[in-house]
Structure formats: C-alpha cells, structure tokens
C-alpha cells in the first residue's frame, strides 16, 4: 500500500527511517533538482544543491506541520535554500520591494496577462529571465512555469496575497521591459 506523502513524512518523523525517506526522496529528487537547476545553471552545482535540499530537509521533516500539501511545503524548503545559494554566492542582497496598496486594488488571481508574453522568442525569454533578479525570476516561474496558485505562492514565499500579486505584476514589468531594451 502507497503511503500518502504526508503519510509517508509522518513515518519518518516518527521512526527517523532513512528507507522510508528514501522512498519520499526517490518521489522528490527530480522535481528538487529542476528547481535546483533553475538557480545554478549547471548540473553538478544542481545535484550537490539537491543533495543539500535532502540533507537539511532529512533534519528539518519534523518542522513539517501539515498547514499545505507536502509538496508545496517543500518547493518553498527547496525555494529558500536556493535562494540562500545565489545571495551567498553571488554577495548580492535581494532586493526588497515595498507594496503600494494603492497599485494592487484592482489586481485578481484571475487576472492573468500571460499574453505579454506568448509574442516573446523563448530564447530571448530565456536570456530575459537570467537579466533579473533571482526572485523576480523564481516568482515568474512558480506563476507561469509551475502554475501555482496565489494561495500557493504565499506559502512558498511567507507573504501574503497582496505582496505576491504585486511581486508578479513588478517582476512582469521589469522581464518586460528587459526582453525589449536589451534584447531586440
């Protein structure tokens, strides 16, 4: 019988298993790695940042409360450990953005304006996407790449509805408006 993965995450906490955590490993490691893989850009770095991900994770399992599926509870691990990756080495700050509550009135989750970006070449797309910020990209990736929801976004990020439909808007503009000065 297949355990659930919450199910499956209870077992190990409660035994501290390492058979049954590679059964969730074995379930993950690909996903893990894509998003790994996002960050560095190569695939050594992305396997040893992988490897990280299970180390610290195998750790941190018993933080896992249950308030979001597992999966979702684990892209934002995986998201924050990246993102801690590319501050550390590239000595770079993110950047915080303040929200105007005044911008973000009339903005929906089903408001989707996807279309800026159907004319756009996906190589010049791709070259964009490595011309912004970390998060800028990652944002724009959870909401159009892995089709997250609002409610997800604010879990993988710790933020609420607002500031996650004013970082996409931001991060929209911003790829927009690189994809055209620098890239045509």
């Known amino acids: 019988m297949k355990l659930s993965d919450e199910d499956l995450v209870a077992a ?4 501290n298993d390492t058979l049954l955590f590679g059964v969730l490993y074995d379930r993950f490691s690909s996903l893990v790695y894509n998003k790994c893989y996002g960050f560095a850009k190569d695939g050594d770095e992305a396997k040893d940042l992988t490897q990280d ?3 610290k994770l195998f750790v941190k399992l018993a933080s896992f409360k249950g308030n979001s599926k597992f999966s979702t509870w684990l892209y934002a691990f995986t998201y924050n450990h990246c993102v801690n990756y590319v501050t550390r080495n ?8 303040s929200v ?11 408001e989707d304006d996807s279309s800026d970006f159907n004319d756009m070449r996906v190589d010049k797309l791709k070259k964009a996407l490595d011309l912004v910020s970390p998060d800028e990209k990652m944002i724009l990736l959870l909401k159009y790449q892995d089709n997250l929801t609002i409610k ?14 004013m970082r ?3 991060a929209k503009e911003k790829l927009l408006t690189v994809y055209e000065n620098n890239l045509n």
């Not at 590239?90 to 953005?97: G, M, N, R």
């Open 168 to 170: 996409i808007k931001r």
């Open 90 to 97: 590239t000595a770079k700050k993110l950047e915080k953005q």
């Open 53 to 55: 991900v299970f180390l």
């Open 12 to 15: 190990i906490v409660k035994t």
């Open 100 to 110: 105007d509550y005044a911008d973000i009135e009339n903005i929906s989750e089903e």
């Open 152 to 165: 997800e976004i604010e879990t993988v990020l710790g933020v609420g509805a607002s500031a996650v439909k």
